[in-house]
Each structure stands twice: as structure tokens, then as C-alpha cells.
Nanobody, 124 residues
Framework: VQLVESGGGSVQGGGSLNLSCAVS???????MGWFRQAPGKGREGVTA???????RYTESVKGRFTVSRDNDKNTIYLQMNSLKPEDTGMYFC????????????????????WGQGTQVTVSS
């Protein structure tokens, strides 16, 4: 499956961005995740959304980020509010075809397909 992210950009701290990830396959069969990577650091799981819409967030974004999926449009979204400089990085969406409806993971190796990423830069 091919994944194409969009919506990144540069914002001041406290601002908002809404990322999108378009999926070439039938989204209803995929676990989806958002990951980010800051310069010089490893890839970090930000959020995951299962086939049945169950979600998981990393602690640092709880209450600020919201993930959603639209299976009819084969697209997932990441609404990011109250952005902080430490949110800066390349944001990737990832997919895993699965028979499990509620499996959620923030582990990069649990995903099989990745997008090219979209840059998010938050200035102080």
C-alpha cells in the first residue's frame, strides 16, 4: 500500500496543524500510526488508531493531538494543537494490514508500509 502525507509546515509555539495521510488501499483493513523523527533521534511513535477506531497516544501528546480515520476517503488525520518546539520533526504515517480490529501499536517495527513524511517545525 502507498501512503502520502500532507499538511506539515512551520508554526509558532501554541499553533495548530492538521496532517493527512492518503492510503492507496482499502483503509478499513489497516492499523494506522503516526510517527515522528527529530534530527539525530530515533523514530518515535506518536499515535495509533486501530481498525475499530481505538486509539493510543504517547504521553507527551495526550490532550493536544487527535488522530482520526475516514475509511470512506481512505485517509487518516492528525490534528495537532498547542504545538511545542519539541514537537518538531519529520512526521510519518505507517500502515499494517491486520485481521485484528483493535490492535494498536506505537512500535515502528510493527508496521509494514511507510510514507515519505511531512516536516513539522515549531518555533518558540
Amino acid at each position: 500500500v502507498q501512503l502520502v502525507e500532507s499538511g506539515g509546515g512551520s508554526v509558532q509555539g501554541g499553533g495548530s496543524l492538521n496532517l493527512s495521510c492518503a492510503v492507496s488501499g482499502d483503509l478499513q483493513y489497516y492499523l494506522m500510526g503516526w510517527f515522528r523523527q527529530a534530527p539525530g533521534k530515533g523514530r518515535e511513535g506518536v499515535t495509533a488508531i486501530s481498525r475499530d477506531g481505538s486509539v493510543r497516544y504517547t504521553e507527551s501528546v495526550k490532550g493536544r493531538f487527535t488522530v482520526s480515520r475516514d475509511n470512506d476517503k481512505n485517509t487518516i488525520y492528525l490534528q495537532m494543537n498547542s504545538l511545542k518546539p519539541e514537537d518538531t520533526g519529520m512526521y510519518f504515517c505507517a500502515a499494517r494490514w491486520t485481521t485484528s480490529v483493535d490492535f494498536r501499536s506505537l512500535i515502528p517495527s510493527d508496521y509494514y508500509d511507510w510514507g515519505q513524511g511531512t516536516q513539522v517545525t515549531v518555533s518558540s
